[in-house]
């Protein structure tokens, strides 16, 4: 019924920049927070950032705060996380997806569209 699809991933050096985006279809996007998470190899999938339904609310995981900004463009039906200051440690697979309700959640579970995930690797 809806479907993510996120790009923006890639390789890039530690200190360095990357900005990914999500396309989401539906004309309900706009009704709904959106948020990333992601998951390393040998670890469990990990919240990142979250953004309510309006845009007028953020939250953001500790380890990102103050270099990951999340945004969206409910026009253009398309969820932003620009990753700023990049670290080794973030490395991960990233994930799109929407939140069960208008506010956005920390865990997997208020989450319940998912896209495929895009690579982020940040070498040393």
């Known amino acids: 019924q809806v479907q993510l699809v996120e790009s923006g991933g890639g390789l890039v050096q530690a200190g360095g920049s990357l900005r990914l985006s999500c396309a989401a279809s539906?004309?309900?996007?706009?009704?709904?927070?959106m948020g990333w998470f992601r998951q390393a190899p040998g670890k469990e999938r990990e919240f990142v950032a979250a953004i309510s339904w309006s845009g007028g609310t953020t939250y953001y995981a500790d380890s990102v705060k103050g270099r990951f900004t999340i945004s969206r463009d409910n026009a253009k039906n398309t969820v932003y996380l620009q990753m700023n200051s990049l670290k080794p440690e973030d490395t991960a697979v990233y994930y799109c997806?929407?939140?069960?309700?208008?506010?956005?959640?920390?865990?997997?579970?208020?989450?319940?569209?998912w896209g495929q995930g895009t690579q982020v690797t940040v070498s040393s």
């Open positions: 539906g004309r309900t996007f706009s009704n709904y927070a």
């Open positions: 997806a929407k939140d069960r309700n208008k506010y956005g959640s920390t865990w997997y579970g208020g989450y319940d569209y």
